[in-house]
């Protein structure tokens, strides 16, 4: 079932871009009222201090009386940075966006696996991502987290990348089985799954293929659009506005509509409040050819 969402805009904020978070800040009845302004059943958890018990609970509360779902947590940063200083105040952080998930009774907390360098885990990186030690690692880290924390109900993701063991839906399964804990789910972004022609070509053959590995673990979603880039001998993907792509969005809407629990269908990465308003349009129509509403 979907629960459809995305970022607000409060004042004179910007739109967030590629491994920033989404959350808008500001008064929590005003953040859920703008939400449900928007149409949107689903939001991004607001930029809130772990430490500020008030706030959390206020915001809590707001968004349950608007009816809409806090779908994730995202924490950007590299948690395999190399300094051991900096790697080890990443995961601080990450333990914090969990806690903050599940006090506010959000979904999920996520993050990329990283990369194996100091500095930028999102745009650096390294052969040694896709090893068998970048797997180990993987599943010590998503351990750490769900065992510290101790959740109940707010889950650990990895988001899907394609410079990581995250890369393909058969690597999200073998996580989720290895990881081996009721509070590790799936983040699924269908367009970092395209990372070749022959993906370009086949996104919905690959959201058939997630449903089937780990539907029952697909905790939240991003929606987006991809293009490839023609005429080019090399291969260059980009992100481009919904519908001006070639994911296959029908495909993609069936199958998180066909899943038992809600789950968030969030968008990203676009540039301003008028290519989010006319994005959630396309979704819209798309869903009403589909049957399913928004």
Not at 17 to 33: C, K, T
Not at 114 to 141: I, K
Request: hydrophobic fraction near 40%; charge should be negative; glycine fraction near 8%.
């Amino acid at each position: 079932m979907i629960r459809f969402g995305g970022p607000v805009f409060m004042a004179d904020e910007k739109a967030a871009g590629a491994g920033e978070s989404h959350g808008a800040q500001g008064d929590p009845v005003l953040l859920a009222r703008k939400h449900k302004e928007k149409g949107f059943t689903a939001a991004y958890v607001p930029k809130i201090d772990i430490n500020d018990a008030a706030m959390i609970r206020a915001t809590r509360e707001a968004f349950e009386k608007e009816g809409i779902i806090l779908a994730e947590a995202g924490y950007w940063d590299n948690i395999m940075d190399t300094n051991a200083e900096t790697r080890a105040f990443h995961r601080r952080r990450q333990l914090e966006a969990l806690a903050l998930a599940e006090e506010l009774g959000a979904l999920c907390s996520l993050n990329i696996f990283g990369s194996y360098c100091h500095g930028n885990g999102n745009s650096r990186h390294e052969a040694l991502n896709f090893s068998d030690e970048a797997f180990e690692d993987a599943v010590d880290m998503a351990r750490y987290f769900i065992d510290a924390v101790k959740p109940k109900t707010a889950f650990f993701t990895y988001e899907i990348f394609p410079f990581d063991i995250t890369d393909t839906a058969e690597n999200v399964e073998r996580l989720i089985k290895a990881v081996d804990r009721r509070q590790f789910g799936a983040h699924l972004d269908l367009v970092n799954l395209i990372n070749c022609p022959r993906a370009y070509f086949a996104s919905g053959d690959i959201a058939r293929e997630c449903v089937r590995r780990f539907g029952d673990k697909i905790i939240s979603c991003h929606v987006k659009d991809i293009k490839m880039k023609e005429p080019s001998i090399s291969v260059i993907l980009e992100e481009v506005p919904m519908g001006q792509g070639n994911i296959d969005l029908k495909a993609f809407m069936r199958q998180i509509e066909g899943l038992s629990r809600p789950v968030p269908f969030m968008m990203e990465h676009l540039n301003s409040e008028a290519q989010y308003d006319a994005a959630a349009e396309y979704i819209r129509k798309t869903g009403r050819e589909l049957g399913i509403e928004l």
